[in-house]
């Protein structure tokens, strides 16, 4: 379950800075003499422009100005949230003016606000096709980028508008976050250096951006972080089904200790007694977001799996006991978040044999049964979230949804998704739950890309919101997620996550 306290620049994104042009222009006089509509000269007035050139250029100008007027109005209505109209001004726009980047860049926006990743960047990438230094195609596109783990590439997008314009902080902001999500230190620290003098002591994000800096600035020439050693590593695996726990044996220093996975937060943590133990060197403290009081951090030399090991990982020291219920009764020794994971190249649970395999290289494509899906880490920055998309009933309808949630069934729909895909209002009413707003209903069958699967448990999420977890997605990183492919099912599966690659391998 995620936390509610998270923050977001929702800003960036949903309210795109677009920089709209509003033309004006004067009536030229039509010239006195010469029959109408032969396109004499008129030496004496409009520039030696004919009839029919001035009449051009004012019908130019009055398309161009209806242009700025519809983009401009699609600009306000994305940011009052009205994405569905913003999309329709866009539309109409560029209808117009095929060639218009600003209503690409709203597309785009109103695109992802809809949940249609492929369409949102398709669109912010003709938007930059047309104009490399459109502000909100690139913040828009760089977001997307790093939703799929291509955070450099993200980071790299934000060179052109910051050489035109250096004052700009939102860029930078972008960069900040790929550098912290791939812990590089050095970058993530210069960048910060300059984002302070250029962001506004009551910006809701500095908070946020002083607890990124606490935490980075004391591993500043510390080395690469979050290094990977050996090419393959073997381990046995577990998962709890109540908390929804994957973990496994790893050996961290001498000891042999329980490691968590869990790429849902961003930082990793260690327990208070193993770092003692290890004698490890606290290096500051800082205060988590969202936390009441201090921790220390550390560096964590090796975590190894076999014959492949996690090297100079950053960490909090923190109490983990009130884990040992979900890994078996032991207390794990790490808790390994998204800095740790990113920099594998995949991590394999396969749930039925229990057994866990990490590489250093990514798949180079789905082995032999597996499906390849794209997967999104919806980021709210101290907490993230997989989403895969997803079909059901044979629906041509398909929906994001997230990837290893705990409700007791196999998947979770909204009731809008639901509806949309092919079923009636009276199949899910009344509620079973209706407090919690819950139906139980049989899924007689779902898609995974090309992957049909046979039927499975589902609950129809009949309420609105339908559930906090989906509203705190919709709040915080303005992405609408249509339900849960829960652990009940998912714990049948060899799932490979691929989290550099943004995509995610599945065996049923």
């Not at 620049?9 to 509509?37: M, Y």
């Not at 992802?112 to 047309?130: P, T, V, Y």
């Not at 205060?287 to 964590?300: H, T």
């Not at 090297?311 to 006991?321: E, F, G, K, S």
């Amino acid at each position: 379950m995620l936390r509610s306290t998270v923050l977001s620049r929702l800003s960036n994104f949903a309210s795109l800075r677009l920089g709209v042009a509003v033309l004006a222009f004067g009536l030229l006089a039509l010239p006195a003499c010469g029959k109408k509509g032969e396109g004499t000269e008129n030496p004496d007035g409009a520039g030696g422009k004919t009839a029919d050139q001035v009449k051009a250029d004012i019908a130019k100008a009055k398309k161009e100005a209806k242009v700025s007027q519809l983009v401009d109005l699609a600009n306000k209505d994305l940011a009052n949230g009205r994405y569905k109209a913003a999309a329709k001004l866009a539309d109409e726009a560029l209808a117009e003016n095929p060639n218009n980047a600003d209503a690409y860049a709203i597309l785009g926006a109103s695109r992802w606000r809809a949940g249609d990743f492929a369409g949102s960047n398709e669109a912010f990438r003709k938007a930059i096709d047309l104009d490399a230094k459109n502000y909100g195609a690139v913040l828009g596109l760089a977001r997307n980028l790093q939703a799929e783990g291509k955070h450099l590439e993200a980071a790299a997008l934000q060179e052109p508008v910051l050489k035109d314009d250096p004052e700009q902080l939102d860029p930078r902001l972008i960069k900040l976050w790929s550098y912290y999500a791939v812990c590089d230190a050095e970058n993530a620290i210069k960048t910060m250096d300059e984002i302070f003098p250029r962001m506004g002591k009551d910006d809701a994000l500095l908070p946020l951006v002083q607890a990124y800096a606490a935490f980075m600035r004391p591993f500043e020439g510390k080395g690469p972080l979050c290094g990977v050693e050996g090419d393959k590593g073997n381990s046995s695996l577990e998962l709890d089904l109540t908390y929804g726990l994957k973990h496994a044996g790893a050996t961290i220093g001498k000891d042999f200790a329980p490691v968590v996975f869990l790429e849902t937060r961003e930082e990793a943590v260690i327990d208070t007694a193993l770092a003692k133990k290890l004698g490890l060197k606290e290096l500051a403290k800082y205060k988590p977001p969202g936390a009441d009081q201090e921790v220390p951090i550390v560096l964590i030399p090796e975590v190894k799996f076999g014959k492949l090991s996690i090297v100079n990982i950053p960490a909090t020291i923190q109490p983990l006991d009130v884990y040992a219920d979900a890994t078996g009764g032991e207390t794990p020794g790490v808790i390994l978040g998204r800095q740790a994971l990113q920099g594998l190249g995949a991590l394999t649970f396969d749930f039925p044999n229990h057994t866990l395999e990490v590489t250093k290289a990514a798949p180079t494509g789905p082995a032999e049964g597996e499906v390849a899906l794209p997967m999104l880490m919806l980021s709210m920055h101290v907490t993230h979230a997989p989403v895969v998309q997803v079909s059901i009933d044979g629906s041509d309808h398909s929906f994001f949804a997230y990837l290893g949630f705990t409700y007791g069934s196999g998947l979770s729909v909204t009731r809008k998704h639901y509806l949309k895909s092919g079923h009636l209002p009276g199949q899910i009413t009344p509620p079973d739950d209706p407090e919690a707003g819950l139906k139980m209903v049989y899924v007689r069958s779902y898609q995974l890309g090309d992957k049909k699967m046979p039927g499975t448990s589902g609950l129809v999420l009949v309420n609105e919101p339908a559930d906090p977890t989906l509203d705190i997605f919709l709040k915080m990183v303005a992405f609408e997620v249509g339900g849960h492919i829960n652990l009940n099912l998912m714990q049948t599966w060899r799932v490979t996550f691929a989290f550099g690659d943004g995509k995610v391998y599945i065996k049923p």
